[in-house]
């Protein structure tokens, strides 16, 4: 499974932006698929996945704000909302298989900055 994600860039205070993440590869495999950040110097954190059975997890600060939508088999896109400066990080597209074992996806990374 690859992933490709798309979409970052720099807004101000309040904006919003829509990030987009294509899999190719074995994509009837992936059971979960969602987005994780990594603000500059903390370890990389879960922002809003969706489960297998559509089930969405969304992190407290994404709550209200973020809108996590799996389109089809093979994307997962999140709408960001009312953006803060504190959501500027590299925002890594998330794919997960559960086979007998589980395998984790990454994708490249896509740099989001929220100006003041």
């Known amino acids: 499974v690859q992933l490709q994600a798309s979409g970052g860039g720099l807004v101000p205070r309040g904006g919003s932006l829509r990030l987009s993440c294509a899999a190719s590869?074995?994509?009837?495999?992936?059971?979960?698929m969602g987005w994780y950040r990594q603000v500059s110097g903390n370890q990389r954190e879960l922002v809003a996945v969706?489960?297998?059975?559509?089930?969405i997890e969304y992190a407290d600060y994404a709550k209200g704000r973020f809108t996590v939508s799996r389109d089809s088999k093979s994307t997962v896109s999140l709408q960001m909302n009312n953006l803060e400066p504190e959501d500027t990080a590299v925002y890594y597209c998330?794919?997960?298989?559960?086979?007998?074992?589980?395998?984790?996806?990454w994708g490249q990374g896509t740099q989001v900055t929220v100006s003041s």
């Open positions: 590869g074995d994509i009837f495999s992936i059971d979960h």
């Open positions: 998330w794919a997960l298989v559960e086979n007998n074992l589980e395998y984790t996806y």
């Open positions: 969706v489960r297998r059975r559509g089930k």
